[in-house]
């Protein structure tokens, strides 16, 4: 079955570059997202990118994909402490409900 | 403005009561769907719903039901068979479930036990 798997925690200090991965399993076609949730509040979608693109640039957001060995990191440019949250990677095939990894942590050090 | 709206924002069950959390949209949007959280699990799919009057189970249901008669409607009821209720629900929806345009969500119902 599907399977996204992502490192729980990650600090950087402010005005540095953060970079968060993510592997996933499924090897069709395939989207694949980006979510960033503040505390005690819902998703927030930040960017996604079909599996037939190797990179996607939004302003301070960077998108990698990695397709061979199913990678796909996001990249956050000059991190400011409102970055601070939980960010998840989420991957989705055809008709099947999206699959979420368990969200990496991120802490901004002023 | 269109979005997702989630109800209450918390809500508190007593032993052996079924609760209702509501979720509403204004999307036009035909897939919803309801999540689980809980600390360090990422978000667990319950139920999910494609279509009005239709609804498939998903990774968790087992203690949860859910109704979809309305599209903009996908109320989930926490009955007292889920023993473990404690969590944040989020609510979700998509244009369809087919289409690869993203999930929007709610803000969330935090559970807790009396």
């Known amino acids: 079955g599907e399977d996204v798997e992502q490192s729980l925690f990650l600090s950087v200090r402010e005005g540095d570059s953060s970079v968060i991965n993510c592997t996933y399993t499924?090897?069709?076609?395939?989207?694949l997202y980006w979510y960033k949730q503040e505390p005690g509040a819902g998703l927030q979608l930040l960017t996604y990118?079909?599996?037939?693109?190797d990179m996607k640039q939004d302003q301070r957001l960077t998108v990698l994909l990695n397709k061979k060995d199913k990678h796909l990191s996001l990249r956050i440019a000059d991190t400011q402490t409102g970055d601070s949250a939980i960010y998840f990677c989420?991957?989705?095939?055809?008709?099947?409900?999206?699959?979420f990894g368990k969200g990496t942590r991120l802490s901004v050090i002023a | 403005d269109g979005g997702i709206t989630q109800s209450p924002k918390y809500l508190f069950r007593k032993e052996g009561q079924n609760v209702t959390l509501s979720c509403e949209q204004n999307?036009?949007?035909?897939?919803m769907y309801w999540y689980r959280q809980d600390p360090g699990q990422g978000l667990r799919l319950i139920y999910y719903?494609?279509?009005?009057?239709?609804?498939q189970k998903g990774d968790i249901a087992e203690g949860y039901s859910v109704s979809r008669e309305k599209k903009e409607s996908f109320p989930l009821t926490v009955t007292s068979a889920q023993k473990n209720p404690t969590a944040f629900y989020l609510c979700?929806?998509?244009?369809?479930?087919?289409?690869?345009?993203?999930?929007?969500f709610g803000d969330g119902t935090r559970l807790s036990i009396l």
């Open positions: 979700a929806s998509s244009i369809d479930r087919s289409s690869n345009q993203p999930q929007h």
């Open positions: 499924d090897s069709s076609s395939t989207y």
């Open positions: 990118i079909f599996s037939n693109m």
């Open positions: 989420a991957e989705k095939e055809g008709n099947t409900p999206l699959v």
């Open positions: 999307l036009n949007h035909d897939a």
């Open positions: 719903s494609q279509i009005v009057n239709d609804f």
